[in-house]
């Protein structure tokens, strides 16, 4: 069986979009099938050198394409960034259609970007067609949006409504209405998807885990308990106002009015910095908080065994793979029932806030007590680190990809892998 995959963003050694393009091929290729890749020129370099060190048998073939040189300065800096993969999700189409008439693929499947909104044009190819995962269309609630800033009610605001035109946008529509499976991030974007196509959609991350990297993991950290007055909370994440800390600051607050000693670690930056520094000093907690900048990978994989805690309380994030980093090196998770974090954990690796008819006070407050809960507990926490490490292993890469092409049996009567 052919598999021709649309994978915009493929790269290797990469996180996000480019490694769930990448680990897609991959997998897809692991399993047998005979699978194409379609994706940008840019990534050829990298991409042939890491195939050059695996089996050939066991690689997937690639296919490139980029528009003109000409065309590409409307992306210089991510300002026109929508348009240039506008027009070259178009024109790879018209190579997947030059390539379909001499290979003949049995299915086509897009897998980045993984945005909702965006349409794609492989389904005209007329064969089954695959969209997805998709997400996006998360939305934070009204009430947590207070401390946004306007600036994030603004660009919230937009994203709203490019949400809401996604039912009347007759390309993306075409997209869904040609698409023989569905697959959203989260049930908020499913909501999205104009009625008439729920039926085929079905909910489930894009992203996974390299299963020989978590067993490379050292689970020492879960012997060590702390001193019961020194909790280690992380969070990792760009300072941006929809990652959720001006709800996530104020509960550190109440954790720190019980045990003044515990520590939060906020790595990485973005605009909302200062903003957050500002009440973070306004809460009295600016000197419980370490700030750090960019670390490599192997330093981002150190701050989790350092910590017992990761705070993660993003309003829509569709994936959330630092969620699945911190599980994966057994560290609990507290986070809110919003998009892929509400998605990937349960009860028995988390604790997951709900949103749903509450104030952002109740919020906060759940959150606090969730913190100082799992903190003060150490048998609790020393349980939600091991389903940490369980729920990881789900989210292996092999796993993953499997489920997505098995758990619904078949398309035009036929089984695919």
Same mark, same amino acid.
Not at 91 to 112: M, N, P, Q, S, W
Not at 203 to 214: F, M, Q, S, Y
Not at 398 to 407: E, G, I, L, W
């Given at each position: 069986?052919?598999?021709?995959? &649309?994978?915009?963003?493929?790269?290797?050694?990469?996180?996000?979009?480019?490694?769930?393009?990448?680990? #897609?091929?991959?997998?897809?290729?692991?399993?047998?099938?005979?699978?194409?890749? $379609?994706?940008?020129?840019?990534?050829?370099?990298?991409?042939?050198?890491?195939?050059?060190?695996?089996?050939?048998?066991?690689?997937?073939?690639?296919? *490139?394409?980029?528009?003109?040189?000409?065309?590409?300065?409307?992306?210089?800096?991510?300002?026109?960034?929508?348009? *240039?993969?506008?027009?070259?999700?178009?024109?790879?189409?018209?190579?997947?259609?030059?390539?379909?008439?001499?290979?003949?693929?049995? $299915?086509?499947?897009?897998?980045?970007?993984?945005?909702?909104?965006?349409? &794609?044009?492989?389904? @005209?190819?007329?064969?089954?067609?695959?969209?997805?995962?998709?997400?996006?269309?998360?939305?934070?609630?009204? =009430?947590?949006?207070?401390?946004?800033?306007?600036?994030? #009610?603004? /660009?919230?605001?937009?994203?709203?409504? &490019?949400?809401?035109?996604?039912?009347?946008?007759?390309?993306?529509?075409?997209?869904?209405?040609?698409?023989?499976?569905? *697959?959203?991030? &989260?049930?908020?974007? =499913?909501?999205? !998807?104009?009625?008439?196509?729920?039926?085929?959609?079905?909910?489930? $991350?894009?992203?996974?885990?390299?299963?020989?990297?978590? %067993?490379?993991?050292?689970?020492? +950290?879960?012997?060590?308990?702390? @001193?019961?007055?020194?909790?280690?909370?992380?969070?990792?994440?760009?300072?941006? *106002?929809?990652?959720?800390?001006?709800?996530?600051?104020?509960?550190?607050?109440?954790?720190?009015?019980?045990?003044?000693?515990?520590?939060?670690?906020?790595?990485?930056?973005?605009?909302?910095?200062?903003?957050?520094? =500002?009440?973070?000093?306004?809460?009295?907690?600016?000197?419980?908080?370490?700030?750090?900048?960019?670390?490599?990978?192997?330093?981002?994989?150190?701050?989790?065994?350092?910590?017992?805690? $990761?705070?993660?309380?993003?309003?829509?994030?569709?994936?959330?793979?630092? /969620?699945?980093?911190?599980?994966?090196?057994?560290?609990?998770?507290?986070?809110?029932?919003?998009?892929?974090?509400? /998605?990937?954990?349960?009860?028995?690796? %988390?604790?997951?806030?709900?949103? =749903?008819?509450?104030?952002?006070?109740? !919020?906060?407050?759940?959150?606090?007590? %969730?913190?100082?809960?799992?903190?003060?507990?150490?048998?609790? +926490? +020393?349980?939600?680190?091991?389903? %940490?490490?369980?729920?990881? +292993?789900?989210?292996?890469?092999? /796993?993953?990809?499997?489920?997505?092409?098995?758990?619904?049996?078949?398309?035009?009567?036929?089984?695919?892998?």
């Amino acid at each position: 069986m052919k598999i021709l995959l &649309s994978a915009y963003a493929c790269e290797p050694g990469k996180g996000s979009e480019p490694g769930v393009g990448w680990h #897609w091929a991959l997998e897809l290729a692991g399993l047998g099938y005979e699978t194409w890749v $379609l994706t940008r020129a840019n990534n050829r370099p990298t991409i042939e050198a890491a195939l050059a060190g695996r089996p050939r048998a066991a690689n997937p073939r690639f296919l *490139y394409y980029d528009l003109p040189p000409w065309a590409r300065w409307w992306k210089k800096g991510s300002r026109g960034l929508r348009l *240039y993969y506008f027009l070259w999700q178009w024109g790879a189409y018209r190579i997947a259609r030059k390539f379909h008439e001499r290979e003949r693929f049995d $299915l086509v499947h897009h897998i980045t970007f993984g945005v909702v909104r965006q349409p &794609s044009f492989m389904g @005209n190819l007329g064969i089954p067609f695959v969209f997805g995962p998709v997400g996006g269309g998360e939305k934070a609630p009204w =009430r947590l949006r207070i401390g946004y800033g306007w600036r994030g #009610w603004i /660009v919230d605001g937009l994203r709203d409504l &490019s949400n809401f035109l996604v039912r009347v946008d007759p390309l993306i529509y075409r997209t869904f209405r040609q698409a023989e499976r569905i *697959y959203v991030t &989260s049930g908020q974007t =499913r909501a999205v !998807v104009p009625r008439r196509f729920r039926g085929k959609t079905a909910v489930g $991350l894009a992203i996974g885990w390299d299963r020989n990297e978590i %067993a490379r993991i050292p689970t020492e +950290r879960m012997e060590n308990e702390g @001193n019961a007055d020194t909790f280690r909370i992380l969070y990792i994440g760009r300072l941006l *106002y929809w990652k959720g800390m001006h709800l996530g600051l104020q509960a550190f607050a109440k954790l720190v009015q019980s045990h003044p000693n515990a520590s939060l670690t906020m790595h990485y930056d973005g605009p909302d910095r200062p903003r957050w520094r =500002r009440l973070a000093e306004c809460l009295g907690v600016l000197g419980n908080i370490t700030w750090t900048l960019w670390l490599a990978r192997d330093q981002v994989f150190k701050l989790y065994s350092r910590h017992d805690l $990761l705070l993660f309380p993003s309003l829509h994030d569709s994936g959330g793979m630092v /969620v699945l980093e911190a599980m994966a090196h057994g560290l609990p998770v507290v986070c809110l029932d919003l998009g892929g974090p509400g /998605v990937m954990v349960n009860e028995t690796c %988390a604790r997951v806030i709900s949103t =749903r008819g509450v104030t952002k006070s109740n !919020v906060i407050e759940n959150l606090g007590q %969730a913190l100082t809960h799992i903190l003060k507990t150490p048998q609790l +926490r +020393r349980r939600l680190a091991q389903g %940490a490490l369980a729920r990881a +292993r789900k989210y292996a890469w092999d /796993v993953r990809v499997k489920h997505f092409y098995s758990a619904y049996g078949t398309i035009d009567g036929r089984k695919y892998p």
